[in-house]
């Protein structure tokens, strides 16, 4: 590590990669971003544009390509879809030294056994993001509403010299940043978040709002709430309570235009992180003699899709 922090390699400049590497580009971090060809060219051109209540940002930025990428970095931020995790760890695995941290922000928990497997898990951080952005056609990263969080920490307990120094690069940002003491407890709240949520949007194909407006409505965000929470519980991790109000708040506002991105996905006909998030916790559920019809429900309309997807 350089006596001015980590040496950040971030993979893809995405929304979430593009607007928290973004963001430590700016304030003046070691970053580069390990992007395809085409990207790469892009913002060599143009450089890294962001759009956000928090300041707008259009700035060159370093960035390498899988047959230019060499040499170790401090700490590779894991940024890609849960579907696509095999390729990022083949991406990656170049800049992976000894004492490299991997922190990966991918929805779900499934990703830690396999990123442990691949690389040991001393290298393996918990992550997790909050935020909600897309990437325009032009490549501008859109920063869509005012939450821009993300959390970090050891799986074991503890604040290391290493998340110290990520938190240390993040405090010269506007983004909200923890290390975390309890970092399996935070993904675990969002996976129970993102469940209940992408669950019942995608199944009824309608905002929380929207669906609220149903008769029934309220009484299914709350039990695909339930479902998830026991869960976790089972799992040794139950909510505590102020993410139990905070999600019950979310989830049962009148006119509120939250969705999930899966339910974006699912609707523009894209492929979905179904299998990775709901799959994932429908297992749990199963591995733990949980019923949960309205997550299995879910899961196989998820299912439904992705086979038609495959069959093209």
Known sequence: MSRD??????????????????????????????????????????????????????????????????????????????????????????????????????????????????????RVLGGVAYIAATMTAEGTI??????????????????????????????????????????????????????????????MRGSVGDILAADDGEDLMLEALAECEAVAAASGFPSRPEHHEQCRAMLTERGSSFSASMRRDLEAGLRTEGEQVLGDMLRRARGNGIVTPLLQTAVCHLQVHERRLAAR
């Not at 607007?19 to 992007?35: I, M, N, P, Q, S």
């Not at 799986?155 to 909200?176: K, L, Q, Y």
């Open 142 to 203: 859109r920063h869509l509403n005012r939450i821009q969080g993300i959390a970090f920490g050891e799986r074991f307990g503890g604040i290391s010299c290493r998340v110290e120094d990520i938190a240390r690069a993040f405090a010269a940002t506007p983004v909200n940043a923890l290390a975390s003491h309890s970092i399996m407890i935070d993904m675990w709240e969002k996976f129970v978040m993102i469940s209940s949520l992408a669950g019942v949007t995608c199944l």
């Open 5 to 122: 922090g980590p040496r950040f390699l971030v993979l893809g400049a995405g929304a979430a990669g593009g607007y928290f590497g973004g963001r430590l580009a700016e304030a003046k971090a070691d970053v580069t971003f390990l992007v395809r060809p085409a990207r790469a060219a892009a913002l060599n051109e143009h450089g890294l544009a962001i759009e956000s209540a928090f300041g707008d940002l259009r700035m060159p930025v370093r960035t390498v390509t899988a047959d230019t990428l060499s040499g170790f970095f401090d700490t590779v931020l894991l940024t890609a879809k849960a579907y696509d995790l095999e390729p990022a760890i083949a991406a990656i695995r170049p800049a992976v030294g000894p004492e490299t941290a991997i922190f990966p922000v991918l929805n779900g928990l499934g990703h830690l056994d396999r990123l442990d497997a691949a690389f040991g898990r001393e």
